[in-house]
């Protein structure tokens, strides 16, 4: 394995929508690819249902261990380009990923979403419980809940969700 390439997942433009169908059709050519997805409710004139919408649109994350494989994903329908932060590719740490994985598995989680907003220093805290236990975080109080942010610094974007009070811990710096 390249060391280029070790531990970094790189960030694909993907036509809007399509981020499952180019997982998809990704995984099928042996790219190892993620796209979270989070469930959101809908609301029609008529009803509600639940969807699964991807927490970042129009972008899929690909591992890639070789020079020999990394323009593969290029050739995948409906795939545009590699993203770039100024003259670099984005690239995005395997522990980044791996905090997202959490994030979006937790079942104590609710109203996942991600933004580029970046917040003012507020409480920091760290979470005790769960799957998440050792996750340090920011919180902001909305509606008397706990809205905390994971802020992604490869990607400059936050992911936040609403935790219990229970499963957070104040850390004094």
């Known amino acids: 394995m390249n060391n280029n390439f070790k531990n970094k997942w790189y960030l694909l433009y993907v036509k809007p929508r399509h ?3 180019v997982v998809k059709l990704l995984l099928e050519n042996n790219i190892e690819a993620f796209s979270p997805m989070v469930n959101v409710v809908k609301q029609w004139s008529d009803r509600k249902k639940i969807v699964k919408q991807p927490l970042f649109p129009s972008y899929v994350f690909i591992n890639v261990y070789n020079s020999s494989d990394f323009y593969k994903p290029l ?14 590719r984005a690239s995005v740490k395997e522990s980044e990923i791996n905090q997202i994985k959490l994030l979006i598995e937790n079942e104590d989680l609710s109203d ?8 003012k220093i507020g409480d920091k805290t760290k979470i005790t419980h769960g799957l ?3 996750l340090e975080c920011q919180i902001i109080n909305v ?8 802020r992604i610094y490869s990607l400059q974007k ?5 935790l219990p009070n229970h499963c957070l811990s104040k850390l004094y710096v």
């Not at 996942?112 to 917040?119: G, K, L, R, W």
């Not at 936050?158 to 609403?162: E, M, P, Q, R, Y």
Request: no cysteine; net charge negative.
């Open 19 to 21: 981020e499952k169908k």
């Open 75 to 88: 050739s995948i329908q409906g795939v545009y380009s590699f993203v770039r932060l100024g003259n670099e």
């Open 112 to 119: 996942i979403e991600s933004n580029d907003e970046v917040f």
């Open 132 to 134: 998440l236990n050792g």
């Open 143 to 150: 509606n008397n809940q706990n809205k905390i942010i994971v």
């Open 158 to 162: 936050n992911i936040t969700a609403v």
